[in-house]
């Protein structure tokens, strides 16, 4: 049996202030010699920062923090690490919206992203561009750009990327790490299945294209990489025409198969290519606790709340679906969009009288989260101050075991504790929408579902949970659920070998030839752990 147990050398609680001994002690002292060296600061304000991150669980003290002014900086950096007798450790971080740590490095050098937001060399930033073609549109976007700033850029064109997250003050860079998932993965798979070229900067320092075509290699690593290759400098996105505005739908089911099978349902039809599909879907638990809409703003008329509630309380979890169908004209001119959404409907088995409709902006769908979530960096510091905590779980669960974790996970241990804060998220995605050439992995079905129990607590409470998240990892283990972490954080290499499992020679392998030294993001704790 194997037992989960937290790791403490890390965790918030046994670090106090940051030290007094810091670069150049902990540095080489000829890094002082290069350009960038006034760009490297040490101070503490900049050094909180970089030890902190939205978990508020992690904190690892960095020896100093680059603000770069241009990629240059970033490669002389890196370069200079590699080859020093003594290599350091290098991370970028990009809103450091991690909840484990994954963007801080211990004694090492922290690369503050968004510092190169606010260069004018004409490099970065975002640029929509036609293809030789000119049939296809993409933008090029510097890794530390912010989605929400890509879309509103984008949007001025009439496009937009198909591809999004749930949150869009995150970076580029920091999602094509991961995946970056949504309710539009099912149908365009992640947002890393939505690059047509990167520029990466190697744990070598060398400044890197690459593409399905050119330095495949590289490309493949990077995407779901946890940022241990390179730094993604500039990435190629896939963009379509953007719509105008969103139907956007919640049904709420009382009976998990019958939830299951509509999402399974609506992921096997294909959005605009067909009238009866949607372009979004999710799904969501309402329970007894916290507030009805999660993070989603008050979705259901204020009227209804009391009907829904007592429905929760009858039953324990209600389950809701989250979907959306885009449209593009004036719905004043044009009133299919309700016709096709009629015919949907009646295809579902929601309970009746339990379907509630939005109509909204494209950019207030997309942008739904910023209301509960902090957008600016004063927003930021100040919930900083707040001292929540985030003991995020998120899973891929295989579909073909979705309703044994219901019964043994959500209803046995999540709905029985009673301690979950927080939304959770449950929605199905479709494994051909997925390359596996790519870093990140899944379960190894067609369909599988994504369960995140996205928990904010107090700083004290972030254990109990932590425990709650144990015994639901230790649950399908035991019970031989091959479930996949999104967004990791083991602390073993034994558990990182059993997360990648077929891929971990080539992750391995790549990480030899793009970073030799191990410099790169060692917060992930994949080759730097115990
Ligand atoms: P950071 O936390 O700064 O960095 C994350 C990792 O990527 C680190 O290892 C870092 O070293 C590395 N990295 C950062 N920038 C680069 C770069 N340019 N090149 C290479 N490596 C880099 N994820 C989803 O998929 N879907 C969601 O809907 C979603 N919603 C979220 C909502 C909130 C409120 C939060 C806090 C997180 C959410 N996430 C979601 C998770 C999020 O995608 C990841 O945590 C992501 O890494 C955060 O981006 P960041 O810019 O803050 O990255």
Known sequence: MVVFVICVSHLKSTIGKPRSTSWPSLLPPNLQTLDLANRLREDPAAINIASSDHGNIVQEIPAAVLYPSSIDDIASLIKFAHFNSSPFHI????????????????NGVVVDMTSLKNQKNGYHGIKVSAGTNGAIWYVDVGGEQLWIDVLNATLEHGLAPVSWTDYLYLTVGGTL??????????????????????????????????????????FYAVLGGLGQFGIIARARIVLDSAPKRVKWIRMLYDDFSTFSGDQEHLISLNGRENKNGVDYLEGLLLMNHGPLDGWRSSFFPLTDHSKITSLITKNGIIYSIEMAKYYYDDPSLDDSIDKELEVLLETLSFIPGYAFEKDVSFVDFLNRAASREPTTEVDQSQEHELVTSRPWLNLFVPKSRISEFNSGVLKDIVLKRNITTGLVLIYPMNKSKWDDRMSAVTPDEDVFYTVGFLHISGVDEWEAIDVQNQDILQYCYNA?????????????????????????????????????????????RIFNNN
């Not at 991370?91 to 211990?106: D, I, L, W």
């Not at 034994?494 to 917060?523: C, L, V, Y």
């Open 177 to 218: 790490s991961n995946a970056g998932i949504s309710g539009q993965t099912f149908r365009h798979g992640p947002q890393i299945s939505n690059v047509y070229e990167m520029d990466v900067i190697t744990g070598k320092g060398d400044v890197v294209t690459c593409s399905p075509e050119n330095n495949k290699e590289l």
């Open 91 to 106: 991370a970028a971080r990009g809103q450091g919206h991690s909840v484990r740590g994954q963007a801080m490095a211990r």
């Open 480 to 524: 031989g659920i091959d479930i996949k972490e999104y967004l990791p954080s083991y602390k073993r290499r034994k558990e990182w070998e059993n997360h990648f499992a077929m891929k971990w020679e080539t992750f391995q392998e790549r990480k030899a030839r793009f970073d030799p030294e191990m410099i790169m993001s060692p917060g992930q």
